[in-house]
């Protein structure tokens, strides 16, 4: 019998449409200081637009409605408030282009800010978000991980979840000389671009790597990985870890990979977030051109 033969029906609760997404931004982004003394990385712009937002985005594509922000004492998801001051005041100079897009940013989800007072890890962001998640299946965004494509990436996660079920995480190949600073997945293929996860690695020595298959900031996962995370002791470096809830819950859910077709950039550090932002530029005929220029003088 071939894995394929012995994935299970898919399950009336997995079934259910997700609506609800935790968004994790506590840090203190130390990879940009001095800019994140005061300014929350994931308010820091790739070219015009905040991580946060790209973020969102993602999500609303996905058919997420309802948002949680997990965030420390800097505020991240007043950037989704309504500014009627400031659209008046575009309005009245003419400006009804730029007045509709901050209208357009405040409706693009109903979003909830929860505080993460200790950085105690992004388990226990998650953990935080239990009460907002309800007893329902849930998406986490990791706003470092820009990835664009044609469609969503979070909207990749889920037709896979739609069709198998369980929990699904988004990865990417990455090279074999960077897995010992990866987390990595490995597994049996039950498609070209989906794999059921058999083994889950935190940062493994190539040698002893299951595969080249890097996690990525994109997961859908059942209610019950609260169960387990709330039953987890701090890990390394004082965290709790949202892979160690995930691999807990495969003793009893079967978990997916999908390899997410998205150009990516790890926007948690400066060379991907210069990356993410000559990607948005050259999408623009003159800033590309712009980029032609400047690399020439340079």
């Not at 069709?163 to 960077?178: F, H």
């Amino acid at each position: 019998m071939s894995w394929v033969d012995s994935i299970p029906m898919v399950t009336e609760k997995e079934k259910a449409v997700i609506t609800k997404a935790i968004i994790p931004v506590a840090g203190l982004g130390t990879r940009f200081l001095p800019v994140t003394r005061t300014v929350p990385k994931a308010l820091l712009p790739v070219l015009d637009k905040p991580l946060i937002q790209y973020a969102v985005e993602d999500a609303v594509e996905a058919g997420i409605t309802d948002i949680a922000i997990i965030e420390d004492s800097r505020s991240v998801g007043s950037y989704f408030h309504s500014m009627p001051d400031l659209e008046e005041k575009l309005r009245e100079g003419g400006r009804d282009d730029s007045a509709d897009q901050m209208v357009e940013i405040s409706d693009l989800a109903r979003i909830t800010s929860i505080k993460q007072i200790e950085p105690l890890g992004l388990g226990h962001a998650i953990l935080l978000a239990r009460n907002f998640i309800d007893d329902e299946p849930f998406v986490v965004i990791l706003p470092d991980e820009i990835l664009w494509g044609e469609f969503s990436a979070t909207a990749q996660v889920l037709d896979v979840r739609d069709r198998y079920g369980g929990n699904v995480i988004a990865v990417t190949e990455t090279s074999w000389d960077d897995v010992h600073t990866k987390g990595i997945v490995g597994g049996p293929n039950v498609e070209p671009t989906v794999i059921a996860i058999d083994q889950m690695v935190e940062k493994p020595p190539r040698d002893e790597a299951p595969s080249n298959l890097a996690i990525i900031g994109r997961y859908a996962l059942g209610p019950d990985v609260f169960e387990h995370l709330s039953k987890l002791r701090q890990g390394a470096g004082g965290e709790i870890q949202l892979t160690d809830a995930i691999v807990d819950c495969m003793e009893h859910n079967n978990t997916y990979g999908v390899i997410v077709d998205s150009a990516r950039y790890d926007a948690g550090v400066p060379e991907g977030m210069f990356g993410a932002t000559l990607h948005q530029a050259a999408t623009n005929p003159a800033m590309r051109q712009m980029i032609v220029d400047f690399a020439a003088e340079l």
